[in-house]
Every structure is written in C-alpha cells, then in structure tokens.
C-alpha cells in the first residue's frame, strides 16, 4: 500500500506493518514497524489520509480480525498510537481478505 509519495506499507506475518520510504532500493530496512503485533496471515491494508495523522486498517485472514491503527508522528515515520481490534462471533468475519475506506 502506497501512501502519497512518502511511505510505502507492507504486512509482515506475526510483526505488524513494515513502512518503508517510497524511494527505499535494494536490501532497505523499514523505516518503522506498526503494530499490531501477532498477525497471522495479514490481508488487505487500507489507509485513510482524510484524517490527520492517518489511520490504516489492516485485516487478518486466519485471525478474523480487522485492525484499526491510529498513528502519529510524520510519513515515513509513522508510529501506532494506539489499536483497535475488531473480532469475535459476532462481527461475522471469516477469512477476511481485504479492506476499503470510503469517503
């Protein structure tokens, strides 16, 4: 997942999200590591920059869960500020695989 032309998202299976600078080459390290921690196969990542800092919403597909990770700090180097998980029976997700923001 892109985000503008700063950062660059990717799920890391039991990490969280590595974000990486847009212009990263080569053998580059993330420049920060966002929970959740945990993950277990990570889906889709959505990021909705309508607010300030961003939010991103990461879905796990065994874990049945939808994340929702308020950052702070300045792209790239985002950091969680706090998350919310959404799961259990009642939510009805079963292998969720992605995730929208609308607007």
């Known amino acids: 997942m892109a985000y ?3 950062s660059i ?5 039991a990490t969280g999200i590595a974000e990486f600078p847009a212009t990263a080459s080569g053998n580059a ?5 966002i ?3 945990g993950l ?9 920059v309508s607010v300030t800092p961003p939010v991103i919403y ?16 300045l792209a790239p180097y985002l950091t969680a500020a706090g998350v919310t998980t959404i799961s259990g029976a ?3 997700l079963s292998g969720p695989l992605d995730v929208l ?3």
């Open 90 to 92: 009642a939510t009805g």
């Open 40 to 48: 277990k196969y990570p889906g889709g990542i959505a990021i909705d």
């Open 35 to 37: 929970a959740p921690s």
């Open 58 to 73: 990461q879905v796990d597909y065994t874990g049945n869960a939808l994340y929702v990770i308020q950052t702070a700090g």
């Open 101 to 103: 923001v609308v607007h």
């Open 9 to 13: 998202f990717l799920a890391v299976p």
């Open 4 to 6: 503008g032309n700063d």
């Open 29 to 33: 390290s993330p420049a920060a590591t």
